[in-house]
């Protein structure tokens, strides 16, 4: 079983930055993840997908944050990480670790595993 877990969350005034980080549990998280990822969901919306990297360091980012978040993952320490700059009151929402199976399709289904989610805001 994959357990996934964030930190990193925070409050920040608009133009302010914050990374988060995912951790993942199990020795053979590397053996079976294929592509991991970060979902957002802000109130009353459904979860979107906000960034994604694939084993082969492929990058995928929704347009609403491009230029602004990096995605990376440091495969020595099976951590993902998230790098949010110039962020907007837009921004704000629970953010969630996932990661993809081998046996998923990572570019057409939804993640396989999740974090608890860590809360960002984004006010003045």
């Known amino acids: 079983q994959v357990q996934l877990a964030e930190s990193g969350g925070g409050s920040v005034q608009p133009g302010g930055s914050l990374n988060l980080s995912c951790a993942p549990s199990?020795?053979?998280?590397?053996?079976?993840?294929?592509?991991m990822g970060w979902y957002r969901q802000a109130p009353g919306e459904q979860r979107a997908l906000v960034a994604q990297?694939?084993?082969?360091?492929?990058?995928n980012y929704a347009d609403s944050v491009k230029d602004r978040f990096t995605i990376s993952r440091d495969f020595t320490k099976n951590t993902l990480y998230l790098h949010m700059n110039d962020l907007k009151p837009e921004d704000t929402a629970v953010y969630y670790c996932?990661?993809?199976?081998?046996?998923?399709?990572?570019?057409?289904?939804?993640?396989?595993?999740w974090g608890q989610g860590t809360q960002v805001t984004v006010s003045s």
């Open positions: 199990g020795s053979i998280f590397d053996q079976y993840i294929t592509a």
């Open positions: 996932s990661a993809w199976d081998v046996a998923s399709d990572h570019e057409n289904e939804g993640p396989d595993y």
């Open positions: 990297i694939t084993k082969e360091r492929t990058t």
